[in-house]
């Protein structure tokens, strides 16, 4: 069973980002458009599960299927979509995860939808320790139920989304 770990931000996870990066660059070459670093580890300041979430951008979503095996090779066990249409997800390290890479196609919603949280948080530092307090306590509070612990951020990381979404406009 996996612990919900939550940590103070560690300088390190740039760097960590920036190695997995280049090892998904080489797997999936000229398709991909742009590779980005986001969700907790990207907010310096922000306390975070010890998780890197990478997001490229591809120019066509149907063709990162075919990459399978190579992600797989460097440790990554693919979900599909995983909930989310035109997504492509992978995880690595089992129950004691290291990385996430959300895949999408150029043009996704979804992209923007994650850099304006990602921008917001790193312009806005008392929403960052308010939603680092946040994840603390429900990480105490719920050591051993994941859900739990991210159903308890959806109303505030819907919030942050809502204004991060205004702030770009």
């Avoid at 809502?162 to 770009?168: D, F, G, M």
Wanted: glycine share 8%; with cysteine.
């Amino acid at each position: 069973m996996r612990k919900v770990e939550v940590c103070s931000y560690n300088e390190k996870w740039a760097q960590l980002f920036s190695e997995e990066s280049e090892k998904l660059k080489h797997i999936f070459g000229n398709e991909v458009v742009d590779i980005h670093h986001i969700g907790s580890t990207s907010v310096p300041g922000l306390k975070a599960k010890p998780i890197i979430d990478i997001m490229p951008v591809v120019k066509d979503i149907n063709n990162v299927d075919k990459y399978t095996i190579e992600m797989q090779e460097i440790g990554y066990d693919p979900k599909g979509e995983n909930g989310i249409p035109g997504r492509r997800y992978f995880q690595k390290g089992g129950d004691n995860r290291s990385h996430h890479v959300h895949i999408y196609q150029a043009g996704s919603y979804e992209i923007k939808r994650h850099l304006a949280f990602r921008d917001y948080l790193k312009s806005h530092l008392y929403e960052v320790e308010n939603y680092g307090e946040l994840k603390e306590r429900l990480a105490q509070q719920f050591p051993y139920d994941i859900e739990s612990y991210i159903n308890g951020k959806d109303e505030f990381v819907k919030e942050i989304e809502r204004k991060a979404l205004e702030w770009t406009e």
